[in-house]
């Protein structure tokens, strides 16, 4: 545990839970409103998973290689990416401002067998109860919420020294508007229109200027970008849409 600190106001945006709690019974379907996520999972798990065991000094051939390692997955909605880290051998916290996407993460976890820690609550709330973590993930959330600086903040707030955080999200560009909104949500119908709101989007300078205050530093940047013709996302160095940063905290 850290010392408790204070943090003052509310990353929760009411508009946007309740948006996502709408949705909620669909996010273990493969098909459904979740269907970008899904195969977005694969290229995000596969990312965190080979700079752990990097940092950490872990054996990457080992069956449950993230043995040993506490997570905690800020705004984790139905568990996607909490489900297999915790099969990888990590102990899992996941939060979530939406019980009724607790719900669902805490049910489909205890019908798989899998010990995941849920709880409906938000980063200030947890790092102002001393809370810490070798690994804090903030993934696909950072455009969801209502003050950006309190919650990088009080997440970066809960890694441990020698930590690394995550963070991925989309870019605010005009071809993020182009494919993030106008074609996922309007064209292809990926996603139900509105999911998205261009404004919210936040660039990796402004990520950046808000956890320079915390001490953490950044160690790798990196764009995910989607292949229509093989349906896939793969790393990228075109970081305009979809990208991932991770920092670390000094040891």
């Not at 404004?199 to 530093?217: I, M, N, Q, S």
Request: glycine letters at 8%; a negative charge.
């Amino acid at each position: 545990m850290t010392s408790q600190t204070t943090f003052s106001g509310s990353t929760v945006d009411e508009a946007e839970v309740a948006r996502f709690s709408a949705m909620a019974a669909e996010w273990w379907s493969p098909t459904g409103k979740f269907r970008p996520l899904h195969k977005f999972n694969p290229t995000r798990v596969k990312y965190i998973r080979e700079k752990l065991v990097a940092q950490f000094g872990l054996d990457p051939k080992a069956q449950r290689p993230l043995e040993g390692l506490c997570i905690l997955d800020i705004g984790c909605g139905g568990g996607l990416l909490c489900e297999p880290l915790c099969r990888m051998g990590a102990e899992v916290t996941g939060v979530d401002a939406s019980e009724t996407n607790i719900g669902i993460a805490s049910t489909h976890a205890s019908e798989n067998g899998l010990d995941i820690t849920y709880e409906a609550t938000t980063s200030e709330s947890l790092a102002a109860r001393g809370e810490s973590y070798d690994v804090v993930l903030t993934m696909e959330v950072v455009e969801h919420v209502a003050d950006i600086e309190l919650f990088l903040q009080s997440s970066a707030s809960m890694v441990k020294p020698g930590g690394l955080m995550f963070v991925a999200t989309l870019n605010r560009t005009l071809k993020a508007y182009a494919l993030a909104i106008v074609g996922a949500e309007y064209v292809l119908r990926w996603l139900p229109k509105g999911t998205h709101q261009w404004e919210k989007f936040v660039t990796p300078d402004e990520l950046e200027r808000a956890l320079y205050p915390t001490g953490l530093t950044v160690e790798e940047r990196t764009g995910v970008t989607y292949n229509p013709l093989k349906d896939s996302w793969s790393l990228s160095s075109d970081m305009d849409v979809n990208y991932m940063i991770y920092w670390q905290k000094p040891a």
